[in-house]
C-alpha cells in the first residue's frame, strides 16, 4: 500500500481497502466466467462484461451505482470511479447509466465496524460480496497481523456452495497476492 500512497499522492487520493477488493473480484469474475451472470426467469446467463455494483448510502437508503468493464481497469481507475461516484452519491445526482449493468456487487460496512454481515443480493446477479471491519489480532510470534472477513452471498439457484467456495477462496488468493495489481 506504501507504493500506491507515493504514486496516487499527485491524484489527490489515498488507496482504500475496498479499491483493493473490488479489483481483486474483477481479476476473480475473469478468472470464474460462471460467478459473472444473472439468473433470469430460471436461465442462467453468463455476461460478458464485467460490471461491479458498489453500495453507497444515500439519503434516504441505498443505491448501487456501477464500475463498468472493471476488469479492464486499473487500481488507479478503479479508485477513481469509486471517488466520482461517491461524489455523485453525496450530491444525489446519478444518471441512470451509473446505476445500471451490474453483474455481480460489493458492499462495504467496514466503516461502521461492522466484522461480518449477510449482504443481500441484487436480483438478478448471482452474487454479492460483503466487506467487514479490519481487525487487528496478534500472532503466536506475537507479530501484529490484520484480517478482515469478506462474506458472499450467492443465489443457490444458479450457484453451489463447493464452487461458490472457491470464487471466495480465488479472491483472497488475489487480494493476498496483489503484484498482479501493479503490471
Not at 488507496?15 to 470464474?32: C, G, M, R, T, W
Not at 453525496?90 to 458492499?107: A, C, H, I, R, Y
Not at 449482504?119 to 452474487?127: A, V
Amino acid at each position: 500500500q506504501k507504493t500506491l500512497v507515493k504514486e496516487w499522492r499527485k491524484h489527490k487520493i489515498r488507496p482504500q481497502f475496498q479499491d483493493l477488493v473490488i479489483a481483486a473480484v474483477a481479476k476473480s469474475l475473469h478468472e470464474s466466467p460462471h460467478a459473472n451472470a444473472h439468473l433470469i426467469n430460471d436461465e442462467i446467463r453468463v455476461l460478458d462484461e464485467i460490471n461491479i455494483g458498489v453500495a453507497m448510502a444515500v439519503m434516504g437508503g441505498l443505491l448501487v451505482p456501477v464500475i463498468k468493464k472493471a476488469n479492464q481497469k486499473t487500481i488507479l481507475d478503479i479508485a477513481l470511479e469509486i471517488r466520482r461516484l461517491a461524489k455523485k452519491s453525496k450530491e444525489n445526482s446519478f444518471d441512470m447509466d451509473d446505476l445500471s449493468g451490474s453483474s455481480f456487487s460489493v458492499t462495504n460496512l467496514s466503516s461502521y465496524n461492522i466484522t461480518t454481515f449477510n449482504p443481500l443480493l441484487n436480483p438478478p446477479e448471482i452474487g454479492i460480496l460483503g466487506i467487514g471491519s479490519t481487525e487487528e489480532v496478534i500472532s503466536n510470534s506475537n507479530e501484529k497481523k490484520s484480517f478482515t472477513n469478506l462474506c458472499l452471498t450467492f443465489d443457490h439457484r444458479a450457484w453451489d456452495g463447493a464452487p461458490a467456495s472457491e470464487f471466495l477462496k480465488l479472491i483472497c488468493k488475489n487480494l493476498a497476492n496483489i503484484d498482479w495489481m501493479f503490471n
